[in-house]
């Protein structure tokens, strides 16, 4: 067997060892539906009621976040009356270079019975209109990673080697989200969101050139996370908390500590609107 053969092997024992480990956990409750709670969102871990919880480190190969405000924790219970899985933290690419463990995590939802995937995330606005401390619901995204998780050896079980992403945020799925949001007077504003490899913010040139090519909010999350889900067929969904302006947009002076304070001040709408969609997912 070659060290790649090797690999998938042995992540593929992983995983169902993993999906075991969240069916226990889950004593027979069965959510359809699964939040990743993005950079300064995990507060919304804490409202789920009923809650049974495992930290990541427990679940095999699951990702163990390195990054201060991104604790792992997978916490099971009911937000808003629904049953839900919350996915507190999560590992990003610059990190490790490795999207395996983000791929175990959201196959093993997927085998735990998981058939839609909330992201959320903290994101730079590109537009003027789309506000510090306001939502953008996504609608598209542009994979501005040099990267994505499915290169290498297509595991066919879970999807086929080559699938559609047009429509990869679910059109139903928006529409929902939309409604809450106008029914809670929740300003959601709409676009498309590029992910950026990180750890370092973008140049003022990077964010012009990103507001050229289409984008509305640049990040360094969800793109995989979506690409993951869609090849296995679950519907994705995604908000981004607009933290702060694209570097060169504003006088602010961008660091990880102020992605974590704005996207405080926006995680309250972000928890009405999350809580109240639920249900109707
Ligand atoms: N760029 C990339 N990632 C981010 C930003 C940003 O401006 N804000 C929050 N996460």
Request: glycine content about 10%.
């Amino acid at each position: 067997m070659t060290l790649a053969q090797q690999k998938t092997a042995d992540s593929g024992n992983d995983i169902l060892h993993a999906r075991d480990t969240v069916l226990k956990l889950l004593d027979g409750r069965k959510p359809s539906v699964a939040v990743i709670l993005g950079s300064g969102l995990g507060g919304l871990g804490d409202k789920v009621e009923d809650a049974v919880s495992l930290p990541y480190a427990e679940i095999p190969g699951f990702p163990v976040p390195t990054v201060a405000g991104h604790a792992g924790a997978l916490i099971a219970g009911k937000l808003g009356g629904t049953d839900v899985v919350m996915l507190k933290g999560r590992k990003h690419f610059y990190e490790t270079n490795d999207p395996q463990p983000l791929i175990n995590m959201i196959r093993t939802l997927k085998l735990a019975g998981i058939e839609k995937l909330f992201l959320s995330n903290a994101a730079g606005s590109l537009r003027p209109q789309i506000g510090v401390s306001q939502l953008m619901l996504i609608t598209d995204h542009i994979n501005y990673l040099g990267l994505n998780p499915l290169t290498g050896p297509n595991d066919d079980t879970f999807g086929p080697r080559f699938f559609s992403m047009t429509d990869a945020w679910d059109p139903a799925l928006r529409a929902t989200i939309k409604d809450v949001a106008t029914e809670n007077k929740i300003t959601l504003h709409e676009g498309v969101y590029m992910a950026f490899r990180g750890p370092s913010f973008e140049t003022p040139a990077e964010i012009r050139m990103a507001q050229t090519l289409g984008a509305d909010a640049v990040g360094m999350s969800s793109v995989p996370e979506c690409l993951i889900a869609r090849h296995c067929g679950m519907l994705v969904a995604g908000v981004s908390c607009i933290t702060n302006m694209g570097a060169g947009l504003s006088d602010e002076h961008l660091s990880h500590d102020h992605t974590m304070e704005m996207a405080a001040k926006g995680a309250a709408n972000f928890e009405t609107l999350v809580t109240a969609a639920l249900g109707r997912l």
